[in-house]
């Protein structure tokens, strides 16, 4: 079965400090993958995806990922994170099936202190 | 840009009660989804809805549950009678293909 770990929980940063958040997965054959944003109170934005081609994807708000897919990795980045970047993380998988659920990782909770 | 949305945002409901979550998908998405996430824990995929059946469906969604497109806007989600281990977060989601776009979600509180 399929799986996500993002080893990550709670991550508290300074602001201007860069941020990396991992994520692996498990599941042997061609994925797609995600990563989400939750803001307080509000529901989940797509960041950014990977289908194919280039493996470091640019996202909204600066981010940026990259599939790594000998180490089942697709680590979330920012160079300098800014206070409204205060959210609740989540890295997301499905793989091609018909139903393209998806399955998520546990979430990492970041906090920017100003 | 078009959105998910759900209501309640928030539903009470006595253990044992019938309770029936609404959802209106982006209207030219064809494939739509339920999630739940427990407080602490992470998003739990429930079920999968396409062509107007069950395309998936995960343990967790099992004969209380049922899902219905009872027209041409709205995704609902029922649980027949819910138990206090019902009581998280449901998120509707809805994605042409893919990626997903997720609603605000329900938080179902089970007294």
């Known amino acids: 079965a399929q799986s996500v770990s993002q080893h990550n929980h709670h991550v508290i940063l300074s602001e201007a400090a860069s941020l990396e958040l991992g994520c692996n997965y498990s599941?042997?054959?061609?994925?797609?993958l995600f990563w989400y944003v939750q803001y307080p109170g509000q529901h989940l934005q797509l960041l950014l995806k990977y289908f194919s081609g280039d493996p470091l994807v640019k996202g909204i708000k600066g981010f940026e990922a990259e599939f790594i897919k000998s180490k089942f990795s697709f680590n979330l980045r920012k160079p300098s994170v800014q206070w409204s970047d205060t959210a609740e993380y989540f890295c997301?998988?499905?793989?091609?099936?018909?139903?393209?659920?998806?399955?998520f990782g546990s979430g990492t909770r970041l906090l920017v202190r100003p | 840009e078009p959105e998910v949305t759900q209501t309640p945002s928030h539903q009470v409901t006595q253990m044992g009660q019938e309770v029936i979550l609404r959802c209106v998908p982006i209207s030219n998405h064809l494939y739509f989804y339920w999630y739940r996430q427990i407080l602490g824990q992470k998003v739990e995929f429930l079920v999968s809805f396409y062509n107007n059946e069950i395309s998936e469906k995960s343990e967790i969604f099992d004969d209380q549950f049922s899902v219905e497109r009872p027209d041409g806007s709205n995704f609902t989600l029922k649980i027949r009678s819910t138990k206090l281990e019902d009581s998280a977060m449901y998120f509707c989601?809805?994605?042409?293909?893919?990626?997903?776009?997720f609603g605000d979600g329900t938080r179902l509180s089970i007294l």
């Open positions: 599941y042997g054959g061609t994925v797609n």
């Open positions: 989601a809805s994605g042409g293909n893919q990626p997903q776009h």
């Open positions: 997301a998988v499905n793989a091609g099936d018909s139903s393209y659920k998806l399955i």
